[in-house]
């Protein structure tokens, strides 16, 4: 479909209603970013308004760098909402277990393993978060670590094979292959007629580029790219989307407008 305004993609997005899906990443999306990742949850209304987008659009996904268990802890009112956790490497959908990409299985033990390494090696103000499939880096609360952390990075994943995934101020060590955010919704948008996808960071881009090839596969297929800005690293987001919200906190407004259309 040719670019459309926002109030034309709204329509045209209720017009589809019961097939679409709404597909979200989690921190800086749905919920403001934090100095502990462990202290962060949705912001107010977003579990009511991914409620009613369930019931009356189409499927909920988050998509995240979290593991699927953090997500289905918050969301646990959402039972129905599938997770993809550790961008696609596990997900639980309604009522199942965690199932865990099988290429990722092999890599438990080395995780565990770079995550002990990490508290050893790394400097006093960077915090480390380990994911059982993953670890990730963070040094919000020291930025001028960054440097030494990237390279800290960089080396270990030159070492042990590893792909490096960059985000606001964290870097993520992660097992080798091709699964992340753009093969999840290159996967569940089949046989749909539109799709939404909401992030905030660079890792979010490979989202948008997955809706850009199925609209480019099919014409009448609606692709609605969503960036909640931010100071860091939301520019280049905004640039490639279709919409923007200003924070986690007025993705629930976004979405009220369209359910304001939908019977």
Known sequence: ?????????????????????????FDGTLAPIQDDPESVYPAPGISDTLAQVSQRLGKVVIV??????????????????????????E?????????????AAPFVRV???????????????????????????HYRTAPQLGPEVEQWAKERANELGLRLQSGRM????????????GSVLREET???TCAWYFGDDVADL??????????????????????VANAESGQALI??????????????????RLLAQTP
């Open 1 to 25: 479909m040719g670019a459309l305004d926002s109030d034309a993609i709204l329509k045209a997005t209720a017009e589809r209603a019961g097939r679409c899906a709404f597909f979200f990443d």
């Open 64 to 89: 995240s760098a979290r593991p699927a268990e953090f997500l289905r802890q918050r969301f646990s009112d959402l039972p129905d909402v599938a997770v993809f956790g550790l961008y696609g490497l």
């Open 91 to 103: 997900v639980q959908r309604a009522g199942g277990p965690v199932e865990t990409d099988p290429s």
């Open 111 to 137: 995780m565990r393993d770079l995550a002990a390494r990490a508290r050893a090696e790394l400097p006093a103000g960077t915090l480390v978060e380990y994911k059982r499939i993953s670890v990730a880096v």
């Open 170 to 181: 964290v870097l993520e060590l992660k097992p080798p292959g091709q699964r992340d955010k």
């Open 190 to 192: 089949e046989g749909l």
């Open 206 to 227: 490979r989202a948008f580029a997955a809706l850009d090839a199925r609209a480019e596969a099919d014409p009448d297929f609606l692709a609605v790219r969503v960036a």
């Open 239 to 256: 640039e490639a989307a279709d919409l923007h919200v200003d924070g986690p906190e007025d993705v629930p407004a976004l979405l009220g």
